[in-house]
């Protein structure tokens, strides 16, 4: 445990060998910080125990056992009104998306006339410009979840088993520029997409590429996971004659499964709800807005009055296919976050 | 051979005692240590010696063979020897008596005692870096000219014709790529760069002429410089002959050891073999070049340009197109941190604001969420999945699709403000976003609604993971739930989440999401007047700020520049300086 961090950029392969760790840690502590008070209690449990009779003593657990029945109910509640408060902004995107009486905020949530006339709004918008949008967002999502994935998965398996000149160098170069605002680099990402026609309405192609282009920086979570895996794994293969290619995609990609849907997931769901760059790189030109983008306008002040529930059924139609890919893959989700978050 | 000072516990007594240590340098890079025993060291000593070993030598030796070995080295160092200098640290049995409020103030205080020893530390650092990066320029230079005497007819003509040592040698692949990157590299100099960065410390001289049209007998303008394209092409050149110098390096080397190969007559790499070995032990090489390739053009360039503007004249007005823009030194930096000017005060509120929101933001989903997912982790409580999906559910849900929703619904004619007047508990609307201190609260709490399913996510897991016998234990020695919480779960949590609480709070700071989504910056904070050519608001944080003035009417890129740079700079100081202080990075020893 003496083991400190290096420097900045090796933060991050020390929790691998340090959580290991951690249980003894803790025992440690609690056992020194209640050992001296164990005995005093341990001869008061007993001398209660001998001075009283069972009778007492049944009643006592019975006590105990209503005490935490209460607790429990009340814990339900706690949770039954935690999950309402929670839910309730999305019942409410879904009950005013129904809305037909009017299409303007309306201080109420159940509709007093019930309909699909915001969804049929909202695909005859401007002759079908949401869409676009749609289609904007799916064909960046799918792009980017591609090639952020090969990107990410790279740059990680390098940083996790090659030891080469530069590798320290790179990571920190990494680290420092990460500290930047990422917005800043955009004002001339913009000017030199705008060279190439790549913004306004084609700003999802410009967008694509910057998505994907510097995403091998959020290599973290990847090569934390890769650091599990154990290198002797890699130690013989060489020694059975496989490239170092064959090791990648034979033996550590199908080890890595979990982390690769994870990456993928992330990558297909970055252009869902980027609304920064891509409010900026289409420079109000609306058919280059991806859905974030896209419905906001639809609530800006000026258009709220009349589109403020085509709003609502524009959020359900993206919310409700993101969701449930995202329930789907759950698991991988929550697989890479809590690994993320226990590595750093 | 050094010495260090280190405590150790033996039997429970904390001893200190000296260490000998020699370190051994095998080849440049690799370092290794062995303990050098005294000669009246006693067993007990001995003992302690091996303890110490076994403890910290085992990780020692793997990162050492790893890297770099003086960094080990410095680091071994500098965690023994402070302890023999200043500022006396308590003795590992002092510390672990303290409580874990205690050990972070005591954190706090070694951390800003040691600041100067710090920096100057760094500095004597960095004067050996800047030594040790002079004396390999010289090297180099010097080998350069070995190689010119000692080499082959063939080396001395690469060192006009890049690549020609490889070719005549049978390297075909590589000679070809040294030589065509030095044609592309002339060509691009002699029609472009030159140009280029002829104009860079001026950034253009003349914007627009007036050119008589014969023909159609009109004046028509005629644009001569761009300064936006200049920096650009300069910085790109700039980066280009940085690259040249390092390839054209790397050629003379290869003809250097191409020479020793022919002359120990063993056999030379193919170009067959160079282009396997890509997928074999270069394999880094393959994979490492698009995305690095990617990061350097799309993200180091542009901050570096960002920055340079910072120190130009770069405004909607001096767009660099219509009227050029100039270098201006620190005069932007200057105009930021004047004392008493508008925008020095604007800056101070607004990095005020993003710092409290950033540490309540962090902590209060921190808490909230653990809370959460500890009542849901409770024994006997059911349907553990449904509550849980509920909340996760909640975080598929794009922020945009929610977040302008809830800001809807406390919009002043939004559904809370009409509930509320419809029960009679209030006569007119509350103006949610129009306050700034309601809109700052409101803005924190609705954060806290968007926070809590992730961190509930993230510490469910590692609840679980805390062994229960601990709890049971505790639970026998009469310790009640708050004791349990700040005795086991808390430092067991801190410990593992420490890392993930510093990334969330530095993304906290650039949290553009919440804050934009939800009130746009607002309500106007209109005594600080228009900053920047906009119109700051009681809830803007710095990233919205710079958003603001980059995309208004007036947009202000110099300024956003300053502001850019300026995050930066408290980004990467807080992270030092929690990254100091946290228990899971630092001292960790002491936990133990």
């Known amino acids: 445990m003496m083991n400190e961090r290096i420097e900045n950029g090796e933060v991050f392969e020390f929790y691998g060998s340090e959580t290991k760790t951690v249980e003894s840690n803790i025992e440690m502590e609690v056992a020194e910080n209640f050992t001296p008070e164990y005995t005093d209690i341990f001869v008061a449990q007993t001398d209660t125990l001998s001075t009283s009779t069972t009778a007492v003593a049944n009643k006592g657990r019975v006590s105990q056992k209503t005490k935490n029945r209460v607790v429990n109910i009340v814990i339900h509640i706690v949770l039954a009104v935690l999950c309402f408060v929670w839910i309730l902004p999305f019942i409410g995107i879904v009950l005013e998306s129904f809305r037909c009486e009017s299409t303007g905020l309306a201080g109420y949530l159940i509709p007093k006339q019930w309909g699909f006339d915001n969804y049929a709004r909202l695909f005859t918008f401007q002759n079908g410009l949401f869409l676009k949008w749609y289609g904007n967002t799916f064909l960046m999502g799918i792009v980017t979840a591609v090639v952020q994935t090969i990107f990410q998965l790279s740059v990680a398996y390098v940083l996790s088993r090659f030891r080469f000149n530069g590798r320290k160098f790179l990571m920190n170069l990494i680290l420092v520029f990460g500290m930047f605002p990422g917005f800043l680099t955009l004002i001339l990402l913009y000017t030199w997409m705008h060279d190439w026609n790549l913004t306004d309405a084609n700003a999802p192609y410009g967008l694509m590429i910057i998505y994907v282009a510097s995403s091998g920086m959020g290599y973290y979570i990847a090569k934390g996971f890769f650091d599990t895996i154990s290198k002797s794994i890699d130690e013989a293969a060489r020694v059975d004659g496989a490239t170092r290619l064959q090791i990648f995609f034979k033996l550590i990609l199908p080890l890595s499964k979990p982390i690769v849907i994870y990456t993928i997931l992330m990558g297909f769901m970055g252009p869902w709800g980027d609304f920064v760059m891509a409010t900026f790189m289409a420079n109000n030109a609306s058919a280059g807005y991806n859905v974030a983008a896209g419905l906001q306008w639809l609530i800006t002040d000026s258009m709220k009055n009349d589109y403020y529930t085509t709003f609502c059924a524009g959020g359900v139609v993206v919310a409700v296919p993101i969701t449930v890919l995202f329930l789907l893959l759950q698991k991988y989700y929550v697989a890479g976050v809590t690994g993320g978050a226990v590595k750093g | 051979m050094k010495e260090f000072l280190t405590d150790l516990t033996i039997g429970g007594e904390s001893i200190s005692m000296r260490l000998l240590m020699k370190f051994t340098y095998r080849g440049d890079k690799y370092a290794a240590f062995t303990p050098v025993q005294s000669a009246n060291s006693s067993e007990e000593e001995e003992i302690a ?48 008596r303290l409580n874990w409020f205690q050990r972070i103030l005591y954190k706090f205080k070694q951390f800003f005692v040691g600041i100067p020893k710090w920096f100057a530390k760094k500095f004597v650092k960095l004067g050996l870096k800047i030594k040790d990066f002079g004396i390999s320029v010289w090297e180099n230079i010097k080998d350069i000219g070995t190689t010119f005497k000692k080499g082959s007819w063939k080396t001395r003509v690469s060192y006009l014709v890049m690549g020609f040592g490889n070719l005549t040698h049978g390297q075909w692949l590589r000679g070809l790529l040294f030589f065509l990157f030095e044609a592309a590299f002339i060509l691009y100099m002699v029609f472009w760069g030159g140009a280029w960065l002829g104009k860079f410390g001026s950034l253009g001289t003349v914007a627009t002429i007036e050119e008589y049209d014969p023909i159609l007998d009109v004046y028509t303008t005629v644009h001569v410089d761009n300064s936006f394209k200049i920096l650009l092409y300069g910085l790109i050149t700039i980066f280009f002959i940085i690259a040249f110098i390092y390839t054209w390096r790397l050629n003379v080397k290869q003809c250097r050891i191409l020479d020793e190969i022919t002359a120990s007559g063993k056999k030379i790499k193919t170009s067959k073999e160079d282009v396997q070995s890509l997928a074999d032990d270069e394999f880094h090489k393959t994979l490492l070049s698009l995305p690095v390739f990617g990061i350097v053009m799309f993200t180091i360039l542009p901050i570096i340009f960002m920055i340079l503007v910072g120190f130009t004249s770069y405004d909607y007005e001096a767009d660099g197109y219509n009227n050029l823009f100039t270098w201006v030194g620190l005069e932007n930096f200057n105009q930021m941190f004047t004392f008493g000017s508008q925008l020095s005060l604007a800056f101070g509120e607004i990095l005020a604001w993003t710092l409290i929101w950033a540490v309540f933001a962090t902590f209060s989903n921190y808490f909230l969420g653990m809370f959460v997912a500890m009542l849901i982790n409770k024994k006997g409580i059911k349907i553990k999945k449904f509550w849980r999906t509920v909340l996760v559910m909640t975080i598929a849900i794009p922020q945009f699709i929610s977040l302008l929703y809830v800001s809807n619904l406390f919009a002043d004619n939004g559904i809370v403000n009409a509930t509320l007047m419809n029960w009679g508990w209030i006569d007119k609307p509350i103006s949610f976003w129009g306050d700034g201190t309601l809109a700052k609260v409101m803005v924190l709490v609705i954060n806290i609604w968007v926070g809590i399913p992730y961190l509930m996510l993230i510490t469910t897991g590692i609840l679980m993971n805390i062994p229960q016998d601990l709890y049971e234990s505790a639970q026998i020695d009469g310790a009640n739930a708050f004791q349990q919480f700040c005795k086991i779960t808390m430092p067991y949590m801190l410990f593992v989440t420490g890392p993930y609480l510093l990334t969330n709070f530095v993304s906290n700071i650039n949290n553009f999401n919440v804050i934009y989504l939800l009130t746009q910056g607002g309500p106007p904070h209109f005594a600080w007047g228009d900053v920047g050519g906009y119109i700051a608001g009681d809830t803007t944080i710095l990233i919205t700020w710079l958003f603001g003035i980059t995309t208004g009417s007036e947009a202000n890129y110099k300024m956003a520049s300053v502001i850019g740079t300026m995050i930066f700079i408290v980004v990467s100081v807080l992270s030092l300086i929690i990254f100091t202080i946290m228990p899971s990075t630092r001292r960790e020893e002491d936990f133990s």
């Open chain 2, 49 to 96: 010696l091996a303890r110490v070993l076994k403890n910290d030598g085992g990780k020692c030796y793997e990162v050492i063979t790893n890297d770099d070995g003086d960094e080990i080295f410095a680091e071994f160092e500098r965690r023994y020897e402070k302890k023999i200098s200043g500022n006396k640290p308590l003795t590992t049995l002092e510390y672990q």
